[in-house]
């Protein structure tokens, strides 16, 4: 981070210059094989609405206009090679696809929705000047060298899986379709049979049909079964850091057994749900419960550069999950609270889920009361868990015990009775699992530790529909599996930090989260 003691006003000549530095600084040739390109939002002061990605070999320009509820994106220029020339959402499958094209390089490379993508991310005001997307191949050795990497908008990165079944669900089997996170919100309001609120869609207008009172995503009619009656309870589930295609192949090969009871019952779209820019875990858990993108709903990052108040704000870490929801604009409502509104008198519960605004039971909301926590056993005699990896990984270990007191806390209430309280069949639960995220980190998305993961998790997912079949419900109750994001094998040999050369340059700046610059902050 470099240091300078004038004072530069944003929107201002010298900070357009200096803007202008630092993206030079990111686009050199000495930092091409970690910089996949750079995004901004109005480069040249043609005004809101206009924006830019460049890599080192082109770029193009393009500005949005009102469409509907949403909006149409129009390209104005390129110059060189286009950086979003390539926005397929089937690149890359089916997991020998993907495995044959590693580490992809930028012309090889696909971005689903770039253009939705980069403006949906600017309108946030506390949105940075640049962001600096990584290559699929840079390996963060200074942060930690996981072999498994996400972050960008490429197509592995982004995509996560997406999996319904149950009451109220067409049993399509695997489909050639791709959504996006934003899309879940909706489809289970709908799948549970809520009426529209009368919210406002992407572009801020009045959108009709919402089922949330700010709804940038849209209901997936083609997983709804016709004519049948719309289902008692639905059940989310999310396996962090999952890659869609591994985990769709673990599924196949017999390996996630009741992963594949879902999928086998229901609807699988093989191209995923396409997460949100940044592909990061909160801005996405976030996404997924208020159907919003990050830019909408204002938790922008892991981190991020408030310039108003002067201040870093940090919301995904143990010290700031309880109280990361400070930063949720009010206008957005979570699946919690629109459960709530729709279905009066009704339960909805959010495990181990830091976006837990509206829930009638969450772990945060407990802290936050200082309330004492159970403590789980030790990790030799957690169920579910593969000791080989438990005991010398400490992240494998860490979030086996975190995941083990989602599963108490899920069948407790299932059960009707948790922590001396006495609970109604959920209409809605939310149930997050991090160990995924923690070993495709890890080993990457190949490896041996990302398959333990998979088969401790799908175990755990077995004995969340064991508390719904005890409960007496199985056949009045949807399921849906998805993730924050996905996961990218990165290469050992490609490390480095572009910091060295935003350091050279001499322009003030912060680099929030490892891809969000602002510049004279």
């Known amino acids: 981070m470099a240091d300078d003691t004038t004072t530069v006003a944003p929107g201002s000549d010298a900070h357009r210059e200096d803007v202008a530095r630092a993206r030079a600084a990111l686009l050199d040739p000495a930092v091409a094989h970690i910089v996949e390109m750079v995004l901004e939002h109005d480069p040249d002061g043609a005004g809101v609405g206009h924006y830019q990605a460049t890599s080192p070999e082109g770029r193009v320009r393009f500005h949005r206009v009102a469409d509907g509820t949403g909006w149409q994106f129009v390209v104005d220029a390129v110059d060189g090679r286009d ?4 926005q397929d959402v089937d690149r890359f499958t089916p997991l020998t696809e993907e495995q044959a094209h590693a580490s992809p390089d930028r012309a090889a490379n696909a971005y689903p929705r770039a253009f939705e993508q980069l403006a949906q991310l600017f309108d946030a005001p506390a949105a940075p000047d640049l962001v600096a997307i990584h290559t699929s191949a840079h390996n963060w050795e200074d942060q930690g060298g996981h072999l498994g990497e996400h972050g960008s908008i490429s197509v592995v990165q982004s995509r996560a899986p997406f999996v319904i079944a149950g009451a109220g669900v067409r049993a399509g089997g695997m489909v050639d379709a791709a959504c996006r996170l934003v899309d879940l919100a909706p489809t289970v309001l709908a799948l549970l049979g809520a009426e529209p609120c009368g919210g406002v869609g992407s572009n801020g207008d009045r959108r009709d049909d919402a ?7 849209d209901v997936l009619a083609e997983v709804l079964a ?9 059940v989310g589930v999310l396996l962090d ?12 090969r017999g390996e996630a057994p009741n992963l594949a009871r879902l999928m086998a019952a229901g609807t699988t779209y093989r191209f995923g749900a396409t997460s949100s820019l940044p592909t990061v875990t909160l801005a996405n858990h976030t996404s997924i419960l208020t159907g919003a993108h990050p830019g909408h709903h204002g938790i922008l990052h892991n981190a991020w550069w408030d310039r108003a108040a002067g201040e870093q704000v940090i919301t995904n870490s143990p010290a700031h999950w309880v109280t990361a929801m400070q930063r949720l604009d009010p206008g957005v409502e979570t699946l919690f609270d629109a459960v709530h509104r729709s279905f009066p008198g009704s339960t909805a519960i959010s495990v181990n889920e830091p976006c837990d605004t509206g829930a009638d039971h969450s772990i945060f909301a407990a802290m936050r009361a200082g309330e004492p926590i159970d403590r789980p056993p030790p990790v030799e005699e957690l169920p579910h868990t593969t000791q080989r990896f438990v005991r010398p ?11 083990h007191t989602a599963v108490e806390q899920f069948v407790g209430i299932w059960s009707g009775s948790f922590r001396g309280r006495d609970w109604p069949l959920p209409r809605f639960s939310w149930v997050n699992f991090s160990l995924t995220d923690a070993a495709f980190h890890e ?21 969340l529909l064991d508390a719904v079949e005890r409960a007496g419900v199985l056949d009045r109750t949807a399921f849906f599996v998805t993730a924050d994001h996905g996961m990218e094998q990165s290469d050992r040999s490609c490390t480095g930090n572009w910091a060295e050369a935003l350091d050279a340059t001499g322009v003030p700046y912060r680099d929030e989260g490892y891809s969000f610059i602002y510049v004279d902050p």
């Open 83 to 86: 950086p979003l020339a390539h």
């Open 211 to 217: 089922l949330l009172r700010r709804q940038d995503g």
């Open 226 to 234: 016709a004519g049948e009656a719309a289902p008692a309870h639905v």
């Open 241 to 252: 850091g999952a890659n869609a295609n591994v985990l769709y192949d673990l599924a196949a």
């Open 393 to 403: 990984v400490k992240e494998y270990r860490w979030s086996s015990l975190i995941d």
């Open 443 to 463: 080993g990457g998305p190949y490896s041996e530790i990302a398959a333990a993961s998979v088969a401790d998790t799908d175990a755990r997912l077995g004995a």
